[in-house]
């Protein structure tokens, strides 16, 4: 349920990117995004919302391209990065610094969209 | 053979609901109030702080509720027995509240009152660990509950909720003597994915802990809007910031 949520803001920011937009937009073929891992998606749970909810829609056929950014901090006791882990209780190796700043993993971007131009658009 | 042909956006996912959630903040500063997002998981405590918070500020502050987790009329009843608006945000199914559902429920709150004239709106929201942390509704700031009860891996659990809060309230301390669990480990846990929020100890059945938490809303109110022309003076502000 909560991707399906998930997916339905994200056809909300489409749609508003796609009215400030050319008004006849090609089909669009794939959309790409970038989903950190220090997020609440899960990008399997998002693509399989995302086929059930762009049916009928001006996206029909898109497909949903994920790229998952690791998370990646930085360890403020000896500017070291590293791979904050649950397990570790995201501390720092190093120093066992707690989180302190976040490199990437936060990120929830739609990267860009490639348009289909061989279908005409619906 | 297709000619593929790309437009980058470099847009966030949730860039629909963000400009829905700035526009609700512009009105919040232009109405001067400052607006909280109360989040926890469900049964942990938003409601029974509100209770006591509202009774206890209502002197000094002009405040509302906007209600995102009505789950009986018994909820509704609690808070409006103070005589503090409480304005119920219909949430259909979803497992949060997003800024258009509090656009919504600011609609039905201006029918009832002058916005310019509170000074703090409570939001309560769905009860939910994860997805609330990601949508933002135009709050100023967050406060995450954790209750005792839910044990001291929660923080490594959901990690996102308790690094985006600025406050974090450990609730219902009232029954540590109860349990087998270590407050300060949960503290720990919470400053080690997110250092620099301010975390207190509370319970709202015994009223333990209401001085600190209050002295912290009084300290974000005097930075949000400057001194207030208030009726009874803040209390001295004995910095209480987090520890660790
Ligand atoms: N012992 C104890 N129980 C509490 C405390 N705060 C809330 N509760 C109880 O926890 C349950 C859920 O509280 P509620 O405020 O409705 O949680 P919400 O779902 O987060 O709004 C209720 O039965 C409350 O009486 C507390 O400080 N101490
Ligand atoms: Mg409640
Ligand atoms: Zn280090
Ligand atoms: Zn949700």
Not at chain 2, 67 to 93: F, H, K, N, S, Y
Not at chain 2, 129 to 138: Q, S
Not at chain 2, 213 to 232: E, F, S, T, V
Request: charged fraction near 20%.
């Amino acid at each position: 349920m909560h991707e399906v949520d998930m997916t339905r803001a994200l056809l909300r920011s489409l749609e508003t990117w796609k009215q400030g937009h050319a008004p006849q937009l090609p089909r669009v073929g794939s959309v790409h995004l970038e989903v950190g891992s220090f997020t609440c998606v899960e990008p399997d749970q998002l693509q399989f919302s995302w086929n059930a909810a762009i049916r009928d829609t001006w996206l029909s056929g898109a497909r949903l391209l994920i790229v998952t950014v690791p998370l990646l901090g930085r360890c403020l006791g000896c500017m070291a990065t590293y791979s904050p882990q649950a397990e570790q209780g995201y501390r720092s190796p190093c120093c066992s610094h707690p989180m302190e700043e976040i490199i990437h993993g936060r990120e929830l971007r739609i990267r860009s969209v490639d348009y289909d131009l061989s279908t005409p658009s619906p | 053979m297709h000619m593929p042909l790309q437009d980058n956006l470099g847009l966030n996912l949730l860039a629909a609901n963000e400009q829905q959630a700035s526009h609700n903040r512009e009105h919040f500063d232009q109405w001067r109030l400052l607006c909280l997002n109360i989040m926890s998981s469900p049964g942990a405590g938003k409601t029974s702080l509100l209770e006591r918070s509202l009774a206890q500020l209502s002197g000094d502050l002009a405040m509302a509720v906007l209600e995102g987790d009505m789950t009986t009329q018994l909820d509704a009843d609690r808070l409006g027995a103070l005589g503090i608006p409480v304005v119920p945000i219909t949430t259909g199914r979803c497992c949060h509240l997003d800024a258009g559902m509090v656009s919504g429920g600011l609609k039905l709150l201006c029918q009832r009152l002058d916005p310019a004239k509170l000074d703090l709106l409570w939001v309560e929201n769905v009860g939910n660990l994860v997805c609330p942390a990601e949508f933002e509704v135009g709050e100023h700031l967050k406060v995450a509950l954790l209750s005792v009860t839910e044990g001291d891996d929660k923080p490594l659990k959901y990690p996102v909720m308790f690094r985006e809060a600025d406050c974090v309230l450990i609730t219902k301390i009232d029954l540590l003597p109860y349990l087998p669990v270590d407050v300060d480990r949960i503290e720990a846990h919470i400053h080690q994915v997110n250092p620099r929020c301010t975390v207190l100890r509370l319970s709202a059945s015994s009223g333990e802990g209401f001085k600190a938490w209050h002295q912290w809303l009084w300290q974000q109110l005097a930075k949000h809007q400057g001194p207030l022309p208030l009726a009874n003076p803040m209390p001295s502000p004995a910095l209480t910031t987090a520890q660790g």
